[in-house]
């Protein structure tokens, strides 16, 4: 994450308290399904406990990330950054692999269709990669770059939403109910944009167009002949 303007010793800037409060979010979307008995570790395929360790890496990294961006010697931030940049590949590559695997197994939420799984797990990664490579293309220009990262992890919020959110008392509207929830966390960076900027940032406008078209996407795309082809080669049907 590029550099930002110093701040007094022992205050978060704005940019560390909404990517450690998305960060917190999504920890705490899927420690609250644990705690209520949802998920038995006993029977979780090892596959699935190394996709939470990418996870958790990411955000790990991402809030170490918005930290150092203070720190006076920005060598370790630059390096970091090109880790987070390896992981970013890992998060979407292990995680399309995981998908597969998951409707493969006919593990997926009973209230999603394998095909609506997979596609919505495959453009959302991908959305979400967009928008990472878009923040390390920009990563010079900090107001761009700042709002891409948060843009990002907007997007990786959608599991946690789902454990959070009756999913099988609100579908087929489930992944739309989702769309507000995130543009809400964006509309909290747009409320920022005004009051420091003026007007609302063209890179906060983006990442509020990439999460609306991502789930109009996922809509549309998981009703298509080939989304119903590829479930049914993977699941053997």
């Known amino acids: 994450m590029a550099s930002i303007a110093p701040v007094r010793a022992g ?14 979010f999504i920890v705490f979307g899927f420690l609250q399904f644990a705690a209520r008995g949802f998920v038995d570790y006993g029977a979780v395929p090892p596959f699935i406990h190394v996709h939470a360790v990418v996870m958790v890496g990411w955000l790990g990294l991402v809030v170490a990330q918005s930290f150092l961006a203070e720190r ?9 950054g090109w880790i987070a940049t390896v992981w970013a590949a890992t998060v979407v590559i292990y995680g399309n692999v995981v998908s597969f695997w ?30 990472i490579a878009a923040a390390i293309v920009q990563r010079r220009e900090t107001a761009w770059h ?14 946690a939403l789902g454990r959070l959110l ?11 109910a989702m769309v507000p929830i995130q543009l809400g966390v964006l509309a909290i960076v747009a409320r920022h944009d005004r009051r420091t900027l003026g007007a609302v940032h063209a890179a906060t406008l983006v990442c509020m167009t990439a999460v609306v078209l991502t789930h109009l996407a996922i809509e549309m795309v998981a009703r298509t002949a080939p989304a119903l082809a590829l479930a049914a080669h993977v699941t053997g049907n």
């Open 11 to 24: 205050t978060l800037t704005f940019w560390q308290k909404m990517i450690g409060g998305i960060a917190l």
């Open 72 to 80: 006076a010697d920005r060598s370790l931030h630059r390096t970091l």
């Open 102 to 131: 998951i409707v493969a197994a006919h593990r997926q939420p009973f209230f999603f269709t394998p095909q609506f799984f997979l596609v919505m797990n495959l453009i959302g990664l991908s959305v979400f990669a967009g928008l």
């Open 146 to 159: 700042q709002r891409l990262i948060v843009g990002a992890n907007v997007l990786l919020m959608e599991p």
């Open 166 to 176: 009756p999913m099988p008392l609100i579908m087929p509207w489930g992944e739309l």
